[in-house]
Each structure stands twice: as C-alpha cells, then as structure tokens.
C-alpha cells in the first residue's frame, strides 16, 4: 500500500514537472541572462550532450556545488586506478564549481552540467549516457533522476549523505514520506555522515540495510592537489607575508565582511604592521568589499589585479577561484567563514586543518558541527568555535603567544590525519562490494 502511495505521489511529481517545463525553461534562461548558468554550455543543464559518449561502462558521479563536488574528487581517481576500462562523467550544477573542479579532475574524466529534475531533460540526458551507475554527492535526491534511473536498473549510491533538520522536515511531511520512501529503497548503498544522518534516514523508512559507515569523504579533500592558481604570484605573495602577523578569513558571506574588518582594525591597534586575507565565498563579492574600503581610503590588495602588499596595505582581498588551499599553507591562522551570522551553515575545516592552520569557525556551522566535535574529540585545540565578538581575542592571543600558536597547528593538523586515513579506500570497498561487482559486470553500454 505505502508503495503504491509512492508510486501515485511520483506520477503527480513528473506530471506537475512536465507541466512546469516551459516556466522551468525560462528560468533557466533568466539565470543564464544573469550569469549564473554557463553562456556557452546552459543547454547542458536540459540534458543537451556538449561530448560524445565513449563505448564501454560509464559511471556517473553528481554533486550540486564545488564543496560536495570536490568530495567526490578522490573517490572518482579511486576508480580510475582500479578501473581503467571504465569512464568516469562528472556533473554538477553551478558554474564556480565548473570552473574550479575542471581543473583538478584527470583529463579522461568527462565533464558535463547536471540536468534538470524534468522528464524530458533527465530522459535525454540519461539516454544519451547510458551510466552503469550512478553516485550521488551529500542531499541529491531528485525524484525524477532517482527513480527514472532505477526503472532503467541504473544502480544508485549516494555518498556523505545528510539530511538537514530543514529538509527532514520536508521530506517527512505525511503527503511527500511514501514518495521519500519510495525514491530511497532504490539505492543499493548510503554512506551518512554521521549517526544523526542515520537516523534521520531510517525514519524516512530508507532500509537500513544499505546503510553503511565509512567517514567523511570532505577529509579525504585536504590531500587533492590543487593545480589552479597563479604559482608565481603566489610565492610572491609569500615573500611579502613574510616577517608579518597574518590571518586569513575565507569563504566569507555576505554580512561577514564587517564582522571581519571590525576584528581587522581592533587586531591593528595591537599589531600595526598585520596584514588580513579576505577570501570570499563568492570572487564577485571581494571586489565589492574592496571597491568599499578604498571609498573609505582604505588601501587593498585586489588579487584580481595583481596587487602587492606596499607598505600601508594590510587587507589583502582574494576574488579568484580554486587558490584557497594553497592560501591556507601561506598563513598560520585560518577563520572559516559563512559562520558568524545566524542561519548560517558553515565551511569544510579540514582544509584548513590539513594545511596546518590554528583553525577558527563561528558558532553558526550546521552539519559541519559534527566535524567539530570529531576533531575537538581528539584534541580540544584543534578547532576553537568562537563568537564574533570573542574573535579578536583569541585571534590576538595566537598571534602574540607563539608557542600557542604551534600547539594549536598541531593539534589541527594530528587531529585532520588521524579522521582522515583511510576514507577514500572505504568508500572505494563498499562501491565495489555493493554497486561496481554487478553494475559493471558486463563491459558494455547500457542499452
């Protein structure tokens, strides 16, 4: 019965999409029009193929964004080591992730925008790719894509799997649960986050046999190379930064930048000669804050155009995409943005912590507080989860105190290894135990 209620509510589903495909369509132009969509590439996003499909098995890995996209990363190499013969295709939604991921996947992997969750685009797309299986990135459950996919017998895993209390909420609601039910009993493997992820999936009535646990695979981020970035400007940046107090605020939002100049200028009366990194979330949103400050007379360092760090300049702005990790081995004391106002989600920290930074976040972190207590769990120093206001403080004491400093860097950096060995050779046992063995048993295109 519970089924068939899934099965009615999933018909509703991909008849109101079909329905609403004409609406969908133009906003999907509009978002073109506004630059948030690929100029060249959109039609992707209907499911219009920019490269052929090469023969043989095809597995296709999908993340929403560049955070969930990179963890995707190391499982995608996993399999190209271990399965030559296969071809891996990579999709995501958003153009910054586009533009940094293009750059640090290996050049056989091909790259394409996800399509829309409407049966024509989902149809095509799938059709043309004809994927042996597909891996899903974090929260993407399209009803469409999911169970389209499983009527074609596409196997399904979805990896670092969460569920915000939001979204529980939503997909709990005693209309939409039978079509929830419904979308995760096709998936053979769901690997949470967490215990709490667990749960909230098995009170959606997810199976709880094809739940498994294997880490967090955004640990396994720290250890991608980053091949984006200007690598001379950044070691001239480097000698610049030398003999000076330094402290980095990145994946700042919208609203953070005061927070952070506020830290910045009461940081300064204590040392003059400091020098604040502002890294963004968003690169069109560092030229903003920097058009702000010199109206203010503010002298800034715009990354974008190639300033140095003269005498007098001690903000330095980063508007450019895929440098943070190597900005993070260039200072001691990393701040992770999009933490410090209220409803705010928080960042990956283990970047941070990876490169060696005393590593700070604000109180506002979301799914990421688990990450938090992990690392706290090992060793307390390893991340401090402060208020703003507290923020000058404890930045000022780590900045004086150069033993503490080092401890706090250590702590990072011991607590970052010990939670991230091994996550990428999980992933890759339970994906071949429960997906790769079948889906790729024959070495033939799906048909």
Same mark, same amino acid.
């Given at each position: ?110 790259y394409?925008?996800? +399509? ?24 993407e ?20 799997a ?15 649960? +039978?079509?929830?039910s ?22 959606l ?118 440098e ?8 001691p ?76 860097q ?25 997906i ?12």
């Amino acid at each position: 019965m519970r089924r068939e209620r899934g099965e009615l509510i999933y018909k509703i589903y991909r008849a109101l999409t079909y329905g609403l495909s004409p609406l969908i369509h133009l906003h999907l132009r509009w978002r073109k029009f506004r630059g948030l969509e690929h100029p060249l590439r959109w039609r992707e996003r209907l499911g219009f193929p920019s490269l052929p499909r090469p023969p043989g098995p095809l597995l296709w890995f999908h993340a929403v964004s560049l955070g969930e996209g990179m963890c995707a990363i190391p499982v995608i190499k996993c399999c190209i080591e271990r399965r030559p013969d296969v071809t891996v295709l990579m999709t995501t939604t958003t153009t910054s992730a586009f533009e940094v991921i293009k750059h640090q996947l290996p050049n056989n992997v091909i790259y394409q925008f996800s +399509p829309i969750d409407t049966p024509a685009a989902i149809d095509a797309f799938v059709c043309y790719w004809k994927p042996n299986a597909i891996i899903l990135i974090e929260s993407e459950l399209w009803p469409n894509l999911v169970i389209g996919a499983a009527k074609k017998r596409i196997a399904l895993a979805l990896l670092n799997a969460r569920m915000s209390a939001k979204s529980y909420d939503s997909w709990s609601q005693p209309f939409i649960i +039978p079509l929830t039910s419904l979308m995760l009993s096709k998936f053979l493997l769901i690997l949470p986050l967490s215990t709490t992820q667990a749960i909230r999936f098995q009170l959606l009535q997810c199976p709880p046999f094809i739940i498994n646990f294997c880490g967090d695979l955004k640990y396994a981020v720290g250890n991608i190379e980053t091949a984006e970035g200007d690598q001379r400007a950044l070691e001239e940046l480097q000698v610049q930064l030398m003999n000076r107090k330094v402290w980095m605020a990145s994946s700042i939002h919208k609203g953070e930048e005061k927070v952070m100049l506020d830290v910045h200028k009461a940081l300064k009366q204590i040392h003059p000669d400091i020098i604040t990194i502002i890294v963004p979330r968003h690169p069109q949103h560092g030229e903003l804050i920097a058009l702000e400050l010199e109206k203010e007379g503010v002298r800034v360092a715009l990354r974008s155009r190639h300033d140095k760090l003269l005498p007098g300049t001690n903000i330095y702005v980063v508007d450019t995409l895929g440098e943070l990790k190597k900005l993070y081995r260039l200072t001691p004391i990393a701040v992770i943005g999009g933490s410090f106002l209220p409803g705010s989600a928080g960042h990956n920290i283990s970047e941070a912590a990876a490169a060696g930074c005393a590593v700070l976040t604000g109180p506002y972190i979301g799914h990421f507080s688990y990450m938090a207590i992990q690392m706290q769990r090992l060793n307390p120093l390893s991340v401090l989860q402060v208020s703003g206001h507290i923020l000058v403080e404890a930045l000022s004491n780590l900045l004086t105190d150069a033993k503490l400093l080092e401890a706090h860097q250590e702590a990072a950096k011991q607590a970052y290894y010990a939670l991230s060995h091994g996550i990428t050779e999980n992933v890759w046992s339970l994906l071949d135990l429960h997906i790769f063995r079948n889906a790729l048993a024959h070495r033939g295109s799906r048909t």
